[in-house]
């Protein structure tokens, strides 16, 4: 079955950086597109990225575009969020996700997740 395991999260201060990591393993990785989401204190889900199966192509939400990088490694079965000049509304736990194509999440269970703090 299908495993996520996020982290690399933790307290950083404002304009700082850090790296998402996500191992997965239990299905095709490298034949889905994988995504990152964020759930902010009393927020829903919000999608951050997507990667498309290469990796060649990858896509922002307007609140994150030009800070955030996702990458992956199909070798290594993870995928990354290099996020730089974080915001205190940053804050939130990050999950990573595969999905079949630009809209529709594979129906797996998501992990924990990984805590991000953006305070000073």
């Known amino acids: 079955q299908a495993q996520l395991v996020e982290s690399g999260g933790g307290l950083v201060q404002p304009g700082g950086s850090l790296t998402l990591s996500c191992a997965a393993s239990g299905f095709s990785f490298s034949t889905y597109f994988m995504s990152w989401v964020r759930q902010r204190p009393g927020y829903g889900i919000e999608w951050i990225s997507d990667?498309?199966?290469?990796?060649?192509?990858?896509y922002y939400a307007a609140s994150v575009r030009g800070r955030f990088t996702i990458s992956r490694d199909n070798a290594k079965n993870m995928v990354y969020l290099q996020m730089n000049s974080l915001e205190p509304e940053d804050t939130a736990v990050y999950y990573c996700a595969p999905k079949k194509d630009r809209v529709h999440y594979l129906s797996v269970t998501w992990g924990q997740g990984t805590r991000v703090t953006v305070s000073s």
């Open positions: 990667i498309d199966s290469s990796g060649y192509n990858t």
